[in-house]
């Protein structure tokens, strides 16, 4: 019997748990409320242009089993390896200073990858197998887990998709349509207010944790190196500082980090606290000043007339963590990523663990039959295992933060470089 497998969210989590669902041979419809971010014109919900992610190995080995060869290889070639980080500060005469911390004895590396172009690409590889439905501008506002059914609101469709889904419509002038669809299973794969989550609430007794950190994060970007821009005395191929290296400025209570990209620019985030937002937001003509003051150096990369127009232009925007559990519902219902644990991002872990969900959640998926009872049992083992190590992650992301933005430069870390000199 074919399993019908309903995907809700087409971020990297929902495109990566399709193609596992696909490979199986399963039917698979995939929904998102958004257009599709492969249409020139879609701007990534919550984030400007692009954002920058660090894939580690975590996530790598999600999409190595994803039964796609070219795949992985394809996203790899359009990353740039970071082998460590490297820590911005100022020496006592004023003079600004770099110092390069490995994340590995062995030299390997963690990936800076673009999210946009790491979704894109895993579209195009649901989108080339015959039994997967990509639907965009739908959104979930109800399912019911026993009956297995679920209903969504279409808003107009997307450039690229078909509209022969045969769903039961039921529109009402004026309002968005709304369709019935069944499925056998629902992954919930959408993001950190899913509803596929606050849908399972109402039969499943979830435990439910939501949390705001008091740090906010706005994006910078720092451009490719002109012959007479100011560089860091690491900069090298057309980069202004250097490509290998995730970058810290660390600020006590808050820091700027600088991510490479495959155009020799850097994506850059702000964390600091509302506090410092507020004030800046008020006086933005303290932009300059504010860097200066905290992050030595990061005014001369990305220019003083720039700094002060991204900060006003570009959203200021919360860090939640999430914890709940269970993440699934009998045989019929699992969230995955974000939905079920979002995270803060100073681990660098918050689309790796997502990604990682999928290649745990098949593994038990395959490890019992296909009937429902069957997949009964594999979601229970699989939110046996999964829920604990969600919650010890969130946990890491949390305490990470003040390494990122104290620790990095402490004795250990000077200790630890004198060692590797050594
Ligand atoms: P999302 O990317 O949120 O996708 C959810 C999808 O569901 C969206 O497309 C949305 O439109 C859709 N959707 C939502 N509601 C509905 C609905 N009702 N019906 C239909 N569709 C719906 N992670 C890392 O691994 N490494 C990093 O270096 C890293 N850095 C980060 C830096 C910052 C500043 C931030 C904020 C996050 C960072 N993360 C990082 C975390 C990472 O961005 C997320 O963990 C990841 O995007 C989660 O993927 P997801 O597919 O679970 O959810």
């Known amino acids: 019997m074919t399993i019908k497998c309903v995907v809700i969210g087409a971020g990297p989590v929902g495109a990566l748990a399709g193609l596992y669902a696909a490979r199986r041979g399963w039917e698979v419809e995939i929904y998102d409320l958004r257009p599709d971010l492969r249409d020139e014109s ?15 190995e975590r996530g790598v080995n999600a999409i190595r089993h994803s039964d796609s060869p070219k795949l992985l290889e394809a996203i790899l070639a359009e990353t740039i390896p970071m082998h460590g980080r490297m820590i911005h500060g100022q020496g006592k005469g004023g003079e600004l200073t770099e110092f390069a911390q490995q994340y590995d004895v062995h030299g390997r590396a963690i990936q800076a990858v673009d999210r946009g172009d790491l979704n894109a690409r895993l579209l195009d590889e649901l989108e080339s197998l015959p039994n997967v439905k990509l639907r965009f501008n739908h959104k979930l506002t109800g399912a019911d887990f026993r009956r297995r ?38 992954l919930g794969c959408d993001g950190a207010h899913s509803s596929v989550r606050f849908h399972i609430m109402k039969f499943a007794r979830v435990d439910f944790a939501q949390s705001y950190i008091d740090t906010l994060w706005c994006e910078f970007n720092i451009p490719p190196a002109a012959d007479d821009a100011s560089k860091t005395p690491s900069a ?3 980069f202004r500082t250097s490509p290998n ?3 810290i400025w660390p600020g006590s ?14 994506t850059s985030t702000l964390f600091a606290p509302a506090e410092d937002f507020a004030r800046l937001e ?35 925007l919360p860090l939640i963590s999430i914890k709940c559990s269970p993440h699934v519902f009998d045989s019929s219902g699992v969230i995955l990523g974000d939905a079920a644990h979002a995270m803060v991002p100073f681990y660098g872990q918050g689309m790796n663990a997502g990604l990682e969900d999928v290649r745990v959640l098949f ?21 046996h295992e999964r829920v604990a190590d ?33």
Do not use: C
């Open 42 to 56: 879609t701007t990534p919900l919550n984030f400007t242009k692009s954002i920058n992610l660090a894939l580690s």
């Open 149 to 186: 059914l679920a209903w969504l609101e279409r808003r107009g469709t997307s450039r690229r998709q078909s509209d022969d889904d045969g769903a039961r419509l039921s529109g009402r002038p004026g309002r968005p349509e709304e369709i019935e669809i069944d499925f056998d299973l629902i």
């Open 236 to 238: 090298k191929d057309g």
């Open 245 to 247: 290296h995730l970058h």
């Open 253 to 266: 209570d808050k820091m700027f980090i600088a991510i490479p990209s495959v155009g020799k620019s850097f």
């Open 282 to 316: 008020k006086d933005p003509s303290s932009v300059e000043l504010f860097f200066n003051k905290n992050f030595p150096g990061a005014v001369d990369l990305i220019g003083p007339a720039a700094i002060q127009s991204q900060f006003k232009e570009n959203p200021h």
């Open 363 to 383: 593994s038990h998926l395959d490890a019992h039959n296909s009937t429902k009872d069957g997949r009964a049992k594999a979601l229970a083992s699989y939110n």
């Open 390 to 422: 969600a919650h010890t992650i969130n946990n890491f992301s949390l305490d990470n933060f003040w390494d990122m933005r104290v620790g990095v430069r402490s004795k250990t870390a000077l200790w630890r470089k004198k060692i590797e000199e050594f």
